[in-house]
Nanobody, 112 residues
Framework: QVQLVESGGGLVQPGGSLRLSCAAS????????MGWYRQAPGKQRELVAS???????NYADSVKGRFTISRDNAKNTVYLQMNSLKPEDTAVYYC??????WGQGTQVTVSS
């Protein structure tokens, strides 16, 4: 069973930056599309960004130009660099390996 361990969440002021990491166990990481999702209280979980096994990326309109997803297959890790953070980015952020596994989530709070 694949395990995804997220880190990097926390409290940041508006305009600040965070980098989220998600490290996967196992030996099949490189063949899967990886995604970052987020869920705010009372809202549906939504896709924030994804990156394919070949490196193609896509982003939600709300984060384009501010967030960057990347992956390091040698480290079985996917990252989400989050810049120019806004209060509306506050949510629990989850990583996902293909359609197979979810991480436990990491809280991001953007507040002054």
């Amino acid at each position: 069973q694949v395990q995804l361990v997220e880190s990097g969440g926390g409290l940041v002021q508006p305009g600040g930056s965070l980098r989220l990491s998600c490290a996967a166990s196992g030996n099949i990481f490189s063949i899967y599309t990886m995604g970052w999702y987020r869920q705010a209280p009372g809202k549906q979980r939504e896709l924030v960004a994804s990156i394919s096994s070949g490196g193609s990326t896509n982003y939600a309109d709300s984060v384009k130009g501010r967030f960057t997803i990347s992956r390091d297959n040698a480290k079985n890790t996917v990252y989400l660099q989050m810049n120019s953070l806004k209060p509306e980015d506050t949510a629990v952020y989850y990583c996902r390996l293909g359609f197979v596994a979810w991480g436990q989530g990491t809280q991001v709070t953007v507040s002054s």
